[in-house]
């Protein structure tokens, strides 16, 4: 027998009609590309998005059809997101921080029919322009007074576009299960893979992301994302936010330490997320012109491992800390650390202990740990594995991919190495291709990383393995120094010693001036690898 409830389907544009109907005066406060802070509502952005909507479909874009965006985030942005996905089609963001050629490639692979961009991306889509046979037009997103003179083909710009449609648009209704996003995940090797987001698996997405123990943001909050609407759907605030009501501050391409700090301050945010490079500049410039945030309660971090020495530095300042773990195939939400019984009183380095791990999953996300033949392994807190998840906003295959990435019980392998403990708290201990396997025992790059950027001098830490003769690998610790700081090689393993099993220390420490990382802020470990393929161990004589 079915329910006798309401067929509603689970449609992306349903959050922004809400969001003018119950919020329509809540506002969004955009540091535009063009430079003054711009201030715009829900209504706006709702009445605009139609006029997207209506634009698109007279420019012949239909249900399935990809329109790109290389854009910063901002109000327009938002916008042109909830236009496109209001029409069926599929929003495809790209990550402007990816060389050139990933950029044409992941535009074919896509065939993208239009791009929407950013002044800031004209030069570099100039350049691509005749590699990207799909794309039959470009919207630049600003007026008429900024608008460049370009070779982009059929190039407008963005309030002219939308200047000749009246807005008088219905959204429709179709099957929750149709495309709304897609965003290519920057892996280190092989080809990028398109990961495509239904408009049910946002929405569940974003009633995840509600939750208090989540990103848990209210109508009464300001929520700053840092982290762009191009990596991960900006982990799901660009849904979250207007579903809540929240406002919502919007940094534009200005993500330095003083920039994002001067909107946290001048608009009272209450919550905010990124990555910890993003937060690091932020703590490096409040502590050089001793500056406070009395409004901010919670800085959200995920993308890479949020060290210990972050999370302190917050706290101390009165600030609430939730580190979070999740993937572009996760939508992005897998996990966030929050207490919880039995460590609701937990103080000092036992509360620390528990904000650094990764957290435990909302209800919509279910995770095991296996070993490499799929068994799987106790939740004890000591046994790491292969990290597996499941769930309604969790990617069962790639776009135009035809292999299967799910095992026989349906859960996607992470590609992390992680424990578990028996509250369910997880703790990621690697990428499976970074683990350092010495001696046939593993040691976990990420708590050598995160003890070194503990030491005062140290601003960033990479941790790879280097061959070793006797135990096949052994760590080598690079770091990257603050500016103005000295220090040695001893210093800093002094600092590591007795925090960390003997066998784990690594090695020896190279300095850099500067460690690489991935298109989303990640320490690019490949480039590392390459750097120092062939250094050898002062001990290693074999
Ligand atoms: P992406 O799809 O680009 O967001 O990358 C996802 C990957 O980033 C995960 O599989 C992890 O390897 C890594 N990651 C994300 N959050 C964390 C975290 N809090 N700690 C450690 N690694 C993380």
Same mark, same amino acid.
């Given at each position: 027998?079915?329910g006798?409830?309401q067929?509603?389907p689970?449609l992306?544009h349903?959050i *922004?009609e809400?969001a003018?109907t119950?919020h $329509? %005066?809540?506002? !969004?406060v955009?540091?535009?590309?063009?430079g003054?802070i711009v201030?715009?509502?829900y209504?706006q @952005?709702?009445?605009?998005a139609?006029k997207?909507?209506q634009?698109l479909?007279?420019?012949?874009?239909k =249900?399935?059809?990809? !329109?790109?965006?290389i854009a910063w985030?901002?109000a327009?942005?938002?916008?042109?997101?909830?236009?496109?996905m209001g029409i $069926?089609?599929i929003?495809?963001?790209?990550?402007?921080?990816?060389?050139?050629e990933?950029?044409?490639w992941i535009i074919?692979h896509a065939q993208?029919?239009?791009v929407?961009t950013?002044?800031?991306?004209v030069p570099?889509?100039?350049?691509?322009a005749d590699?990207l046979?799909s794309?039959?037009?470009y919207?630049v997103?600003?007026?008429a007074?900024h608008?460049?003179?370009?070779?982009?083909?059929?190039a407008v710009?963005?309030?002219?576009?939308?200047?000749?449609a009246d807005?008088?648009?219905?959204?429709?209704?179709?099957d929750?299960n149709t495309a709304?996003?897609?965003?290519?995940?920057?892996?280190t090797?092989g080809?990028?893979?398109?990961v495509?987001y239904s408009?049910?698996?946002n929405?569940l997405?974003?009633l995840m992301?509600?939750?208090?123990? %989540?990103?848990?943001t209210?109508?009464?909050d300001t929520?700053? &994302?840092?982290?762009?609407l191009?990596h991960?759907n900006?982990?799901?605030?660009a849904?979250?936010?207007?579903?809540?009501?929240?406002k919502?501050?919007?940094p534009? &391409?200005?993500?330095?330490?003083a920039?994002?700090?001067e909107?946290?301050d001048?608009?009272k945010?209450?919550?905010?997320?990124?990555v &910890?490079?993003?937060?690091?500049?932020?703590? #490096?410039?409040?502590?050089?012109?001793?500056?406070?945030l009395p409004?901010?309660?919670m800085v959200v971090?995920?993308g890479?491992?949020?060290?210990?020495?972050m *999370?302190?530095?917050?706290l101390?300042m009165g *600030?609430?800390?939730?580190h979070?773990?999740g993937?572009t195939?996760?939508? /992005?939400i897998?996990?966030?650390?929050?207490?919880?019984p039995?460590?609701?009183?937990a103080?000092?380095d036992?509360?620390l202990?528990v904000l650094?791990? #990764?957290?435990?999953?909302?209800f919509g996300?279910?995770?095991k740990?296996?070993?490499d033949?799929?068994?799987? =392994?106790p939740w004890d807190?000591?046994?790491?594995?292969r990290?597996k998840?499941?769930?309604?906003?969790v990617s069962?295959?790639?776009?135009k991919v035809?292999?299967?990435?799910?095992?026989?019980?349906g859960f996607f392998?992470t590609?992390d190495?992680a424990?578990?403990?028996?509250h369910?708290f997880?703790?990621i201990?690697d990428r499976?291709k970074d683990? @350092?396997k010495?001696?046939g025992?593993?040691?976990s790059?990420?708590d050598?990383?995160n003890?070194a950027v503990g030491?005062?001098?140290v601003?960033e830490?990479?941790? @790879?393995?280097?061959y070793? /003769?006797k135990?096949?690998e052994?760590p080598l =610790?690079?770091? #990257?120094?603050?500016?103005g700081?000295?220090t040695?090689?001893?210093? @800093?393993?002094?600092y590591?010693?007795?925090? *960390?099993?003997?066998w784990?220390m /690594?090695?020896?420490v190279a300095?850099?001036d $500067?460690i690489p990382?991935?298109?989303t802020?990640?320490? =690019?470990k490949?480039?590392l690898?390459d750097q120092f393929k062939?250094?050898?161990?002062?001990?290693?004589?074999a």
């Open positions: 027998m079915l006798l409830m067929d509603w689970l992306c349903r *922004i809400h003018a119950i $329509g %005066s809540q506002e !969004v955009t540091r535009s590309v063009e003054p201030r715009t509502t209504r @952005i709702h009445d605009r139609l997207v909507s634009k479909t007279r420019d012949g874009i =249900l399935g059809d990809r !329109v790109a965006t985030n901002t327009r942005h938002l916008e042109v997101w909830y236009g496109i $069926g089609a929003c495809h963001t790209v990550n402007p921080r990816l060389f050139p990933q950029i044409a074919n993208d029919r239009i929407i950013d002044l800031t991306f570099i889509l100039e350049k691509l590699k046979p794309v039959e037009r919207v997103l600003t007026d007074a608008m460049p003179q370009t070779t982009l083909k059929n710009a963005y309030e002219s576009w939308i200047g000749e807005g008088d648009f219905t959204w429709g209704t179709f929750e709304a996003a897609m965003c290519y995940t920057s892996g090797t080809d990028p893979k398109g495509l408009h049910r698996s929405v997405h974003a992301a509600n939750n208090r123990d %989540s990103l848990g209210s109508a009464a929520m700053l &994302p840092v982290v762009p191009f991960a900006s982990w799901g605030i849904f979250s936010a207007p579903s809540m009501g929240t919502l501050v919007m534009g &391409p200005k993500l330095d330490g920039s994002v700090y909107l946290l001048t608009e945010v209450t919550y905010t997320a990124g &910890p490079t993003v937060w690091l500049m932020l703590l #490096q410039h409040m502590q050089a012109h001793n500056l406070k409004h901010l309660k971090c995920g890479s491992a949020m060290p210990r020495s *999370i302190q530095a917050f101390d *600030i609430g800390v939730r979070a773990w993937m195939e996760m939508s /992005p897998g996990t966030l650390a929050t207490l919880k039995p460590f609701l009183d103080a000092g036992a509360k202990d650094q791990t #990764q957290g435990f999953p909302p996300v279910e995770m740990i296996t070993d033949a799929g068994a799987k =392994l807190g000591k046994t790491f594995g990290l998840v499941s769930g309604p906003a069962k295959a790639y776009f035809d292999s299967n990435i799910l095992d026989e019980e392998d590609g190495v424990t578990v403990d028996e369910g997880m703790r201990t499976s683990v @350092i010495s001696g025992e593993w040691i790059s990420i050598l990383e003890l030491h005062p001098a601003a830490a990479a941790v @790879i393995g280097v070793h /003769p135990w096949d052994r =610790l690079i770091v #990257q120094l603050k500016p700081q000295t040695t090689r001893e210093d @800093i393993l002094k590591m010693e007795g925090k *960390i099993a003997k784990w /690594p090695d020896d300095f850099v $500067g990382h991935t298109a802020g990640k320490i =690019l490949t480039a690898r062939s250094y050898r161990f002062p001990n290693a004589a």
